[in-house]
């Protein structure tokens, strides 16, 4: 692997951490299997597209505009369950299939590239060093700051409140928390930050499109167990150090099975060595997890 | 005060299996009263709990607590006046979170969520105060995951979190069935001294007779979605399980059949 495939596999590594903590709140905090995901990653990219190419709004500016879309689009979800009672994954794949056309009719096409525009990598240019090395810096500040973020959020009145919630509702419920709005809070954090993953995706590959959503949901989940299954995680700061973790894991991963040429996989088998690899760590998971009953049983 | 008037609770209504768990209970409990509830399972006595605490919405009649009608409120508003044991430990505490990140949760309660981290020294030094009566050791524990703790223990501690607010209803529900009779009792004095300590009106519901007329200053027993007695001061301080059976025989002209609450 050369120096520019192993810095772009640590910037795509990067931007799914994003999804992999949006698919830790959704799943593991509120556990609330959200498949929205699908259609908030492509949204994400869609809205910073167009802000960025039509409405010429500076990229951060766009980029912020594509986090508020993926929290409605989470927002609507929840609201979806908590409201009219939709069973959760259903809400989430009918927002889903409903934002594959909305994103269509955002971009008016399948596709919207970022020819010559700027981007929030553009100001990276001119320092003497190539942008593909400081690219991923820039990303990985960016990822720390929204897991730091995220860490302190999970500590406050209301992110206790949000986990109780996930974990414990009718205690929740109990103990004054509003367990539906923290579902309609925390779902739409975690597609803000889907839609943010999907917008730095775009800027990053200079363009959006319908399609780019295909799996991400897979792979968000995928870093999540694969880095909660290999990391401690008894905090939540090392919660989501695993999550990241992971996503970067993921992608190493991903990238050396289509490289490595005695396995002959081409790179549209990319899904199905994720579901391989998913279902392998799931399993490896349930017999740790027998094991620790087993041995917890024995020594009580 | 807790006031409850003409409640109607009625599950799967519609459908063959329609069954009316409440029958237009009148109930009011006095502030500083301690309220014992018994009746075999079905008679109602866990629906009237879940009405007062806002789980189950009857079909009709209307909740009051010291005059503010409440019947409209859903259990997570309800929870500003009213605290909650439940009786399984694991209900009662969040074991995903530490001792110290359920104690924030229950002050929450009355005090607005906010986005200040909720953990601050001076909750550290209540929750430990309150932990160190216990002498179980847990003031030390405070940044352990709960769900380390053994059952009892959870309880003791869902317990001290149910009145560590301003709240002044507490809600017992069958809260040391599921304990070893050692540690139930533990869990019960520590009950009556709190309530004591604090002055709050109780109502504890309980599977065993024995225990309704030990503890608590009034006891109702439910039947069949009623309430079928209702014994307070001197007459209930005379009474045994024996005389408690012959009251329910006399007025209902049946035998009690249920022997958990014979036993228990």
């Known amino acids: ?300 | 005060m807790i006031l409850a008037e003409k409640i109607r609770v009625t599950f799967n209504k519609g459908t063959p299996l329609e069954t009316v768990a409440l029958r237009d209970v009148d109930l009011t409990v006095e502030s500083g009263q301690f309220l014992t509830v018994i009746g075999s399972n079905g008679a109602g006595k866990s629906t009237a709990l879940n009405v007062i605490a806002g789980t189950i919405r009857p079909d009709a009649g209307s909740i009051a607590f010291d005059d503010v009608d409440v019947t409209s409120w859903p259990t997570h508003r309800r929870a500003r006046l009213v605290s909650r044991v439940f009786q399984d430990p694991k209900t009662g505490t969040c074991e995903d979170l530490t001792i110290l990140e359920n104690f924030a949760l229950a002050q929450s309660r009355t005090r607005p969520r906010g986005l200040r981290s909720a953990i601050d020294k001076a909750l550290r030094e209540r929750a430990a105060e309150r932990l160190r009566v216990l002498k179980l050791g847990l003031e030390d524990r405070l940044d352990d995951k709960i769900g380390l703790l053994s059952g009892g223990q959870r309880q003791a501690v869902s317990l001290l979190m149910a009145t560590s607010g301003d709240t002044r209803l507490l809600l017992l529900d069958e809260h040391t069935a599921a304990l070893d009779p050692k540690t139930a009792d533990f869990v019960m004095t520590l009950t009556c001294d709190i309530v004591a300590a604090l002055g709050l009106t109780t109502v504890m519901v309980t599977h065993s007779m024995a225990q309704a007329l030990q503890y608590g200053d009034r006891t109702i027993m439910f039947h069949r979605g009623q309430i079928v007695f209702d014994v307070a001061g001197a007459t209930r301080a005379a009474m045994g399980v024996a005389d408690l059976l012959a009251l329910f025989r006399h007025d209902q002209g049946e035998e009690l059949s249920d022997d958990a609450l014979l036993l228990g």
């Open chain 1, 1 to 300: 692997m050369s120096l520019y495939e192993f810095l772009g596999t640590v910037e795509v590594g990067l931007v799914f951490g994003l999804v992999a903590l949006g698919a830790f709140l959704s799943f593991k905090v509120l556990d609330f299997p959200d498949l929205t995901v699908e259609g908030s990653f492509p949204l994400g990219a869609a809205v910073v597209a167009v802000l960025i190419m039509s409405f010429h709004w500076p990229p951060w500016a766009a980029t912020l505009g594509a986090v508020a879309a993926g929290f409605l689009a989470g927002f609507v979800t929840a609201f979806l369950n908590v409201r009219f009672g939709i069973l959760h994954i259903l809400a989430g794949i009918l927002v889903a299939i409903a934002l594959y056309s909305i994103n269509l009719r955002i971009m008016s096409g399948p596709n919207l590239p970022l020819l010559g525009a700027a981007t929030v990598f553009t100001p990276l240019q001119g320092w003497g060093v190539p942008t593909y090395m400081l690219s991923p810096v820039l990303l990985a500040v960016v990822v720390l700051a929204v897991k730091i973020g995220l860490d302190l959020f999970l500590r406050t009145g209301i992110g206790i409140g949000m986990r109780a919630a996930g974990a414990n509702p009718a205690m929740a419920a109990a103990n004054g928390v509003d367990v539906g709005r923290m579902k309609l809070l925390g779902i739409g954090m975690a597609n803000g930050l889907t839609a943010f993953a999907g917008a730095l995706f775009a800027q990053i590959f200079g363009a959006a499109d319908a399609y780019m959503g295909i799996g991400v949901i897979i792979i968000g989940l995928a870093s999540v167990i694969v880095g909660m299954s290999i990391l401690p995680t008894r905090t939540i700061v090392q919660a989501t150090i695993a999550c990241l973790f992971g996503a970067l894991l993921y992608r190493f991963a991903v990238a050396l099975a289509l490289k490595a040429d005695f396995l002959g996989l081409q790179a549209s088998d990319v899904q199905l060595v994720t579901a391989v690899l998913v279902v392998l760590t799931l399993i490896g998971q349930r017999r740790r997890l027998g094991l620790a009953q087993l041995l917890g049983r024995r020594s009580s």
